[in-house]
T-cell receptor, first 114, second 113 residues
Framework: AQSVAQPEDQVNVAEGNPLTVKCTYS??????LFWYVQYPNRGLQFLLK??????LVKGSYGFEAEFNKSQTSFHLKKPSALVSDSALYFC????????????FGTGTRLKVLA | DAGITQSPRHKVTETGTPVTLRCHQT?????MYWYRQDPGHGLRLIHY???????DKGEVSDGYSVSRSKTEDFLLTLESATSSQTSVYFC????????????FGEGSRLTVL
């Protein structure tokens, strides 16, 4: 069965510092991996995805994510955090076995401190 | 932004009453999903559809049913609402299964008293 783990409920980082939000996954086949961001009282917005190819994926708003197959991880990163990056971040996974299900993690709240 | 409209956006109802949430899309996407969001649980899949009249269960489908009679509409029904179904419900759509990300609606906040 597919699953996603986000081990940190909250991550605090100072503005201007690099940030990392962690995600590990489990699938039976090749993974399709996604990151989403949610601002208060809004729906989720797509940030980036890994389907195949380069392990470093670049996305919206300066975010990037590193796919590591051996560690089954897909951590979200940004070189320099902004206060406006403060939000709830979700990792999601789907496998390539022909299922239609996208499974989400429990979310990590990112707080960027001025 | 993807053309996804959820209705109603807010609803308060009483235990035991039926409730239907509607998701309407203007993107002609094949795949549609209903999730619920609860603190500590993230997003959990309730039901999904891979075409008109083609639906299947997600991980938390008990107490919910769905219908999709046309491409643009995906209805989520709580036959007899319970307090445990108080949640924020999100509809999502996707075009291409192999490469497509999900696009989300703005959510429907349901309170069951």
């Amino acid at each position: 069965a597919q699953s996603v783990a986000q081990p940190e409920d909250q991550v605090n980082v100072a503005e201007g510092n690099p940030l990392t939000v962690k995600c590990t996954y489990s699938v039976s086949g090749n993974p399709y991996l996604f990151w989403y961001v949610q601002y208060p009282n809004r729906g989720l917005q797509f940030l980036l995805k890994y389907i195949t190819g380069d392990n470093l994926v670049k996305g919206s708003y300066g975010f990037e994510a590193e796919f590591n197959k051996s560690q089954t991880s897909f951590h979200l990163k940004k070189p320099s955090a902004l206060v406006s990056d403060s939000a709830l971040y979700f990792c999601a996974v789907r496998d390539d076995s022909g299922t239609y299900k996208y499974i989400f993690g429990t979310g990590t709240r990112l707080k960027v401190l001025a | 932004d993807a053309g996804i409209t959820q209705s109603p956006r807010h609803k308060v109802t009483e235990t035991g009453t039926p409730v239907t949430l509607r998701c309407h899309q203007t993107e002609n996407h094949r795949y549609m999903y209903w999730y619920r969001q609860d603190p500590g649980h993230g997003l959990r899949l309730i039901h999904y559809s891979y075409g008109v009249k083609d639906t299947d269960k997600g991980e938390v489908s008990d107490g919910y049913s769905v219908s999709r009679s046309k491409t643009e509409d995906f209805l989520l029904t709580l036959e007899s609402a319970t307090s445990s179904q108080t949640s924020v419900y999100f509809c999502a759509i996707s075009e291409a299964l192999n490469t497509g990300e999900l696009f989300f609606g703005e959510g429907s906040r349901l309170t069951v008293l």
